[in-house]
């Protein structure tokens, strides 16, 4: 875990009930994985990664920071990001996202890029204010780290046999593609993505359901419509 911090526990960025700060100990990360646990595994009825400790972990943990609101009420985690930057990359070697995208035409960008992910914020804490305390908290890291360009990738339910996944990315594509000499792709090829099988037209259907915290990326980053 990097040692980088946003703010000291007097300065910390917080509304009437929540605290931006970034996790400092091995226990504040171990209450990040609980909550991505509890969002990722257990809301999602997904037993068969169940785990005996209710840990949501994997090895880029230790080498990224983690942002996290805390209800100063209850004291609980209620919302997190996991940030890689250059030199947590440089050590890992690789980027989260080269599991599921081919990143080779940012090459020349890796040593000014910070990658999010992770995203998540417990149920009850969905109305807005936790995600903007985020977004603050990604703002200040990203000009500490001196760098200028963002990525992550997210997931979209495939319980309706992908037609909502192919949906939103034919709206993605027709209004916030990168420039080619930006472009990713998946690696593996996506079956139902442009000219695969299912794919549609923008409003040939029922309208696309982008998750909620991924619309509000969209908003923060001045892409959304």
Known sequence: MQTTTIATAEQRVS??????????????????????YKVFIENQGLTALATP?????????????????RDTATLKVVGTYRLLNPAGARKLGRHYSENEFDLGRLKHLRSRIVEAGRAC???????GSVIMLLWSGLAEYMRRHQCEYLIGCASISLADGGHNAV????????????????????????????GGIGARGPG?????????????????TGLGS
């Open 167 to 194: 949906a939103v990315y034919e709206q993605l594509r027709e209004k916030h593609m990168a420039p080619m000499e930006y472009r990713v792709t998946p690696a593996p090829a996506v079956p139902g993505g442009e």
């Open 15 to 36: 509304t009437p009930r929540l605290a931006l700060s970034m996790a400092a100990t091995p226990e504040e990360v171990r209450e990040v994985q609980r909550l991505r």
């Open 121 to 127: 914020i417990h149920p009850d804490y969905r109305g």
């Open 53 to 69: 400790d209710g840990l949501d972990c994997d090895e880029f943990d230790a080498a990224c920071d983690h942002l996290i609101v």
């Open 204 to 220: 040939s259907g029922p309208a696309e359901r982008l998750p909620a915290l991924r619309r509000l990326d969209l908003r923060r």
